[in-house]
Structures are given as C-alpha cells and as structure tokens.
C-alpha cells in the first residue's frame, strides 16, 4: 500500500511540474489583448483515488483520468454585436465521449436586439451551451464553482457534452429595478444524446434530437437571494419516428441560494423523466408504455474564510422511481467536504473528500468499472485533488 502510494505521489508531482513549466512559459496576464479580439484559458489537472469503485478512470488505484485545457475567444467588431469560441481538450474517464483531443465547446454570434438601461434583449445563434440550472453554462470553467467536481446527480461527468452543447438559437431577456433583476433564457435547436449506455462508440450517439430549453432567475438587490427554474426537453422521435421506442426526455431543475455576508447557501433539485413505449419479447409481441422517474437534489453551505481560501460541504442525493420502487443500483447518497484556495490570482488549489452510498450511473460508470457489471460497491470513499491555471 505504502509503495503504491509512493509512486501515485510520483506520478502526481511530474504532472504537476508538467502544468507549471506550462504556467512559467504562459503569459502572466489574467487575458491576452489582442485589439478588439480578447483571449482567455485555463489548464487543469485532477487526481482521484477512491475505495471499491472507479470515477473516472482506475481511481482505485490512483487516477489522473480528469484533465483539461482550453482556449476562448471574444471578438465584438461593433458594440451590438460579438463572436465568441471556445476550443476544449479534454480527458474524462474511460467513456468514449469524454476522451476529446482537440473539441468545439461552443461557437457562436450574439446581437443585441434591444437595450435601454434598464432592460435588454439578445439573440445567439451557433453552436451553445444549454440554460440548466445554476451551472450549466459555465461548468466547462473549472474555476467558475466550488470542488473538484460539480453535484453528479444534476451535473454528471458522463453527460456533459449532452447536456452542455447544441446547435441552435436563443433568445435572452434581462430586466433590472429597484426590486432585483430578472434574467429569462429561450433556446431551441438540436442536440446530441446518447440512445445506447452500454455501446461506448461514436455510433451510440444520435447528433441531431429537437430539444427546447428555458431558464428563469430572479436576483435579489445586492444579490442576497436568487431562485430560479429551468426545463430541458428532448424530442426521440426525431430519432425514431416509425419505432415504438420512443419518447421525450426532461429535465426540470429549481435553483435557489442565499448569500450572507462570507456565508454561502446553494441549493438544487431535479426531476428527470424519461417515457416513451417499447415491444416486450416472448411468444406474443406486446406494446407497452414506460416511464422512468428520477429525483435528485444537493445541498451545499460554503464559508468564505478570506480572498484566497473557502470551505464547503454538501449533501448529494439522487433515486430513481420505478414500477418497482426505488432500485438498489440507481440511486445515490453521497456527503462531500471540500476546499479551495487561490494562492495567486491565476492559480486554484482544489480538494474534496466523498463518503458515498450507492451506485448511481451518474457517479459509476460501466466504461470505468468494465469487471464489475451491474454489481458495485454499496459503500465506498473518494478523495479528489484539482490544479487549475487561469489566464
């Protein structure tokens, strides 16, 4: 045990030095400038080591399976109108869709329709990100949120190209006065989802599913307080339209969180519903209808300590509802413990420790434990470690 862990700290120490020859050589500006075209990055690496289960990658033997690197651009040509871009490599796991080289995060042209101080119109067009909850639109920033990795019973690793990227359009509502502001998201379009877990190739993969997405925040003056809702749903049959194997997907999140002073308060929950209808095997062919339930919700309180370092814990929990009740492989217990700290203004230091009961998809994927089939460790631990350069 000792020598394993020697080697894993060995390990751990080259890539480290590895990211931080790549800090010295990097500009030392917070962005880059380049006239009207502005230019910001990140580079981060992960380590996890856990008991009875893999996370992302072979964690119980020590995984750096969770490293990214990209690159946006911002360029506005007129002050109504702006281009942005984002370029991701990203490791993730063993799961096929999250080994990605070199991706297009996103890519797209804002105008703005309407503005007069107090209320504002816009229109994006191209290739988005989702209005989801609290996080959605700014999880591929690794330094936008609290721990190592996002609640994975809202937020999963394994889904987030899916829940993340779209082609389509937007419309985005703001409105400001004395009593708050009210932000109001729209979106329609395509996305890609996957229509087969347990086939880990590009063919398990549908590109082109109808989706409609809105998302609705209220903010308190001073941003004591903010609540919120957001909906997702999927169209399968665009996928499918002559099969019975079909149905929508969605996703409806309420947000809310309190901000007291150093004292932060974040709240989420979720319910997932997937429906649609399938053919029974057997000596007669029959048509049934299905739908599938799931609750989700965390709980998170973070104390601010200082400028440069913070302090969480978190309740995750998440089951699935089916005819037969609450299954045992499909739901998640989880208490997280985590800090972060910032010794320099572009660099963050995370940590965070995971007591977990269950076995989720949404934390265990079959592509990380391949030996393990549908039998997992009930009750296991992890421990998660984050280095993220900022420029």
Known sequence: MFSRLTNIMTVMSLRVLAVLLLVIISTSASSVDLGQVKVHGFLSQGFSISSGNNFLGDSTSGSFDSSMGAVNFLWSPDPGIYFSTQLISRNYGDLYVNE???????????????????????????????????????????????????????????????????????????????????????????????????????????????????????????????????????????????????????????????????????????????????????????????????????????????????????????????????????YTNSHVIGANWRPTHSILIKAEYHNIEGGSADMIEQADNPDKGNSFDRYWDMFMLQFIYSF
């Open 100 to 330: 990605e080289d070199l991706a297009l995060d996103y890519a797209l042209v804002g105008v703005d329709l309407f503005a007069n101080g107090s209320t504002e119109l816009d229109l994006r067009a191209g290739f988005l990100k989702i209005p989801m909850g609290i996080y959605n639109e700014t999880r591929d920033i690794p330094s936008t949120y609290s721990g190592v990795v996002l609640p994975q019973v809202i937020y999963p690793e394994r889904i987030r190209n899916s829940l993340m990227r779209s082609k389509g359009a937007a419309l985005e509502f703001n409105h400001l006065n004395p009593l708050g502001s009210v932000n109001a998201k729209a979106q329609v379009g395509k996305v890609r989802m996957s229509v087969n877990k347990l086939l880990d190739t590009d063919d398990s993969y549908v590109p082109d599913l109808n989706f409609i997405a809105w998302k609705v925040m209220y903010n308190s003056p001073e941003n004591m307080f903010f609540a919120g809702m957001s909906r997702l749903k999927v169209d399968y049959e665009t996928y499918r339209p002559n099969s019975v194997n079909k149905g929508p997907r969605s996703y409806d999140i309420f947000s809310a969180g309190l901000n007291l002073n150093t004292w932060t308060v974040t709240a989420e929950y979720q319910r997932r519903n997937y429906s649609g209808k399938n053919t029974s095997s057997g000596l007669f062919e029959n048509v049934f209808e299905y739908e599938n339930i799931s609750d989700a919700y965390y709980v998170q309180l973070e104390k601010m300590f200082n400028a440069r370092f913070s302090a969480f814990i978190r309740n995750d929990h998440k089951y699935d509802i089916t005819s037969n009740g609450k299954t045992d492989n499909n």
